[in-house]
């Protein structure tokens, strides 16, 4: 995957970057780098981080998230995450990401 598979818009204070597929060691480095860009650039209110069309992720996948979440937390932006699938959502749920981050969305797959 590279930042082709991202797209990343912010209107009216809202952030949305949405993975347009699976996250992996491979790839998460430039969709992480675009977001931050994205971050500091904007400073929205909201993150939102639309994982809809992701169906697998490993432990790179869990540290982009927690790590937008923190660079949220350092300009005073929530950070929530949409519409995980079943298998993201589980991965979520193992983590604990739930304890700390917020999900949104409908549950697909």
Partial sequence: MNTESLVVS???GILKARVLGDIDHHCAKPIREKIDDYIFKYKPDLV??????VEFMDSSGLGLILGRFNTANEIGA???IYSPS???????ELAG???LI???GE???
């Fill in 107 to 109: 549950l697909r797959g």
């Fill in 10 to 12: 912010c209107e009216n």
């Fill in 102 to 104: 917020k999900i949104e």
């Fill in 48 to 53: 939102l981080l639309d994982l809809s069309l």
């Fill in 97 to 99: 990401i739930e304890r």
């Fill in 78 to 80: 929530d950070f929530k």
């Fill in 86 to 92: 079943r298998g993201v959502r589980k991965i979520l």
